[in-house]
T-cell receptor
Framework: KQEVTQIPAALSVPEGENLVLNCSFT??????LQWFRQDPGKGLTSLLL?????REQTSGRLNASLDKSSGRSTLYIAASQPGDSATYLC?????????FGTGTSLTVIP | GAVVSQHPSRVICKSGTSVKIECRSL??????MFWYRQFPKQSLMLMAT?????????EQGVEKDKFLINHASLTLSTLTVTSAHPEDSSFYIC???????????FGEGSRLTVL
C-alpha cells in the first residue's frame, strides 16, 4: 500500500527565505503528484501538478520536482512571504486511488 | 483552473436532524467526485467515491446509511448526513476530477456543527 510522508510537520521561517518542503512515497508506480495549499477552515487549492513522465513544474515562486526512483517530491518556495503561511499537502494518484500526505504547516514570520 | 463549489460553507443543526451538502463542478463535467472528512490538524480521510449515475463506493468503516451520497449529474454530488449527532461534527470537503490526467479540484469545504 502506498504511504505518503511529509517532513517536517511544521516549519517556521523568516520572510524572504527560500525553503523546501518534502514529500516521500513508498511506491513509485504513480500516475501523477499534486501539491496543494490549505488555509485554515478552507478547502485545498491546487498549486502544481506533475505528471509521472515529468521531472518538475514551475509556477511563479513555486517549483515542484519529482524523482520517482527515490520516491521523493519537493516543493521549493522562493522568497517566502507571510501570505505563504498555510498547510501544504502532496497527493499521489495511482490507478484508481489518491493518497495524501499529512501536510507541512508553514509559518512565514514578517 | 477548474472550479468546484461547495455549499453551505457552514451549517449548525440540532442532533437528530439531517443535513445536505452540495458539491458542484462549475465549468467542467466531473467524471468522479470524492467526499472527505477532515479532523483538526489531520489530513483528509476519504469517505466515498462517486461516479455519475452509479452508487457511491464507500471506504471501510464509513456508514453508507448515515452518509448518503448522490451523484445525479456530471456536475453535482450531494452528501447527506442523516440523523446527525455531535460526533458527526467535522469539516467535510469534496473534490472532483475529469478527463485522463486525474487532476483533483477541491471545493471550499463545509463545517458541520451538530448541537
Amino acid at each position: 500500500k502506498q504511504e505518503v510522508t511529509q517532513i517536517p510537520a511544521a516549519l517556521s521561517v523568516p520572510e524572504g527565505e527560500n525553503l523546501v518542503l518534502n514529500c516521500s512515497f513508498t511506491d513509485s508506480a504513480i500516475y501523477n503528484l499534486q501539491w496543494f495549499r490549505q488555509d485554515p477552515g478552507k478547502g485545498l487549492t491546487s498549486l502544481l501538478l506533475i505528471q509521472s513522465s515529468q521531472r518538475e513544474q514551475t509556477s511563479g515562486r513555486l517549483n515542484a520536482s519529482l524523482d520517482k526512483s527515490s520516491g521523493r517530491s519537493t516543493l521549493y518556495i522562493a522568497a517566502s512571504q507571510p501570505g505563504d503561511s498555510a498547510t501544504y499537502l502532496c497527493a499521489l494518484a495511482t490507478g484508481n486511488q489518491f493518497y495524501f500526505g499529512t501536510g507541512t504547516s508553514l509559518t512565514v514570520i514578517p | 483552473g477548474a472550479v468546484v463549489s461547495q455549499h453551505p460553507s457552514r451549517v449548525i443543526c440540532k442532533s437528530g436532524t439531517s443535513v445536505k451538502i452540495e458539491c458542484r463542478s462549475l465549468d467542467f463535467q466531473a467524471t468522479t467526485m470524492f467526499w472527505y472528512r477532515q479532523f483538526p490538524k489531520q489530513s483528509l480521510m476519504l469517505m466515498a467515491t462517486s461516479n455519475e449515475g452509479s452508487k457511491a463506493t464507500y471506504e471501510q468503516g464509513v456508514e453508507k446509511d448515515k452518509f448518503l451520497i448522490n451523484h445525479a449529474s456530471l456536475t453535482l454530488s450531494t452528501l447527506t448526513v442523516t440523523s446527525a449527532h455531535p460526533e458527526d461534527s467535522s469539516f467535510y470537503i469534496c473534490s472532483a476530477t475529469f478527463g485522463g490526467n486525474r487532476e483533483l479540484f477541491f471545493g471550499e469545504g463545509s463545517r458541520l456543527t451538530v448541537l
